[in-house]
């Protein structure tokens, strides 16, 4: 029998905290035949897990003593926290105890610890987040959703050979499409940066279909949309700010009107089934590219199935060798990889 | 009795052309005692004239051989139709015949001949285009939406000076608030152009609060959201985007089920009143600022409605002449917008 894959998950990450984090865990360890690493504070875990049953589940606790809050900046919890639950499990991780990690807590902060403690795969220069979108057809891959904020048209490119790399090992897509995001289709559409880029993307071994535009996300014509991590973390937020918003707005003429208020009763499983089409839940978390080791990053209201969808992920992108495979591409497109850089070099002659 | 204000529109532009530009003109000039210009299809648009009431209205028609398709690009257009209907009305706004311009036709070539045609304020090195957003609370104003990709610090500044005396004017919201788009709101988040625009607000005289992320946007606590063109149109489309495809998704859950129908029959005026919320038409066009004569880019899907409140923007806009304000401001800006570029200058050496 071969080893059981093992997930450090921080037990301690989310608005929530471990309550929902440790069932969610469970629940994916129960599902798949995984390990789960429990890390954080010892004794509240294992009030929890005295809760729940874990019979025939691998699971172990690791006891760590401090907690990064949602509102510190990374860099010092990183300089300060060395004990933290996050860190710790990234320790794991690098000292071979765990083949990824999973957090709900401070995405910056994930980041940090992770390019720290574990590292970049050999020739990525930038790791990168990567979202998982619905759309009116299949989820659509938006990469870097804001782990880089200045970029060079050569980090677009391994953006999207990692996320090309993801669909297929992860969420089993064959022959995944990319489109660079911008400004306009037609080539040559943007801003200096997707200008290069799209260069660099058109002598690539990758199916890359063009630009698309922000309306594309949502059409799902395109299986993975590349973009700075600036453009892509202000377009995640503006996309959660929109719906949350127009919800408010329909809510409050709703409110307004009787006839509405039965309306929407009559209505309820339809709506049950559109807000399911949208549930963020579905695919867990955001994968963290690029590191040594895959690591999830949850959102911080994550409920315990997105927690678990996670896990699955996270397990599914190490059970599929994705990063070996990664490792392979980068070999593949070493070439156009040099090229892009070259580029830059000549323009600052 | 002073002249009466004069605004050319683009008859020929939008994808409904003259018969949804020409009513929606006429109306605007009948409710405000404006003169318009109809440029365009001289034939095309008296047949449409003939069957609507003209009686008090200043009206004339000024023939325009061609017309830039909503697909031609901005520089052929500009080349190649010297005659066309959006070439002509700025022609006629340089001329000082028309004080403003209005087009529903190909935004690019809008700009374009803007540009070419009328000029820039002197001062203004960048018009850039706003789009007037709703919100939860009240408008707001996203800056730039297109107009410029790739942008310098101090370009950004001067998008926020144009929208606030935009605001001031014709919105008439005094001492409006300004943000930049930015991802994460303390201070020194966001990419180098943002982090060094940042600097620049906060040495000026506007009323800056900072940074703001895509989903203040439509939370409507601030009036103005400064981004760069690239970041702006990318925004923009994906809300549009968004906004579509949850419709299309919400319908086709409804079509599923008969009491969803029923349910959404009985909410009808509560979604109505929604949808009127969300309607670009309110505001009727995007003012393109920063030109001598003030233009509005309105979407090609505008109705008559549209039309009409965009002439009557485009009418407020020179009545209140904003334009003098706007040099006014720029003066006082003068110093830091040195210091912006010098800035630049020191870092290239």
Do not use: W
């Not at 991780?93 to 765990?98: D, I, L, M, P």
């Not at 593949?332 to 600052?348: D, S, Y």
């Amino acid at each position: 029998m071969s080893k059981r894959i093992c997930i450090a998950v921080d037990a301690m990450g989310g608005d929530h905290g471990p309550e929902v984090v440790v069932p969610g865990a469970l629940e994916a360890a129960r599902s798949k035949n995984l390990k789960v690493l429990l890390v954080g504070d010892e004794a509240r875990i294992k009030t929890i897990l005295a809760q729940e049953s874990t019979k025939g589940i691998e699971v172990e606790i690791v006891h760590a003593e401090e907690v990064v809050g949602m509102e510190e900046k990374p860099s010092e919890a990183l300089r300060r926290k060395k004990n933290s639950s996050i860190q710790k499990a990234f320790i794991l991780a690098r000292e071979g105890k765990a083949d990824g990690v999973v957090s709900a807590g401070n995405s910056g902060a994930t980041l940090a610890c992770g390019m720290f403690t574990v590292g970049r795969i050999k020739g990525i220069e930038r790791p990168a987040l990567a979202s998982i979108l619905p759309s009116e057809k299949k989820p659509v891959v938006l990469i870097d959703v804001g782990a880089n904020v200045d970029c060079k048209p050569h980090h677009l490119l391994q953006f999207g050979l990692m996320a090309e790399i993801f669909a297929r090992d992860v969420l089993k897509i064959q022959n995944p499409t990319l489109g660079l995001l911008t400004i306009g289709e037609e080539e040559g559409k943007g801003n200096t940066l997707v200008r290069e880029a799209y260069n660099l993307f058109k002598l690539s071994f990758l199916n890359f279909v063009g630009n698309v535009e922000g309306r594309d996300i949502f059409k799902g014509n395109v299986d993975i949309i590349v973009c700075d991590g600036f453009v892509g973390n202000v377009a995640l937020k503006l996309m959660e700010g929109l719906a949350s918003s127009l919800g408010a707005l329909l809510k409050e003429e709703i409110k307004k009107s009787f006839l509405a208020k039965m309306g929407f009763l009559l209505a309820k499983k339809a709506l049950k089934n559109f807000s399911k089409k949208l549930d963020y839940a579905e695919y867990g978390g955001a994968p963290l590219l690029g590191l040594k080791k895959i690591a999830l990053v949850c959102h911080g209201a994550s409920n315990s199935k997105a927690i678990k969808n996670a896990v699955l992920m996270a397990a599914s992108f190490v059970k599929n060798k994705a990063n070996e495979h990664l490792e392979e591409g980068l070999s593949m497109h070493q070439e156009i990889n040099l090229l892009g850089k070259k580029a830059l070099t000549t323009q600052k002659k």
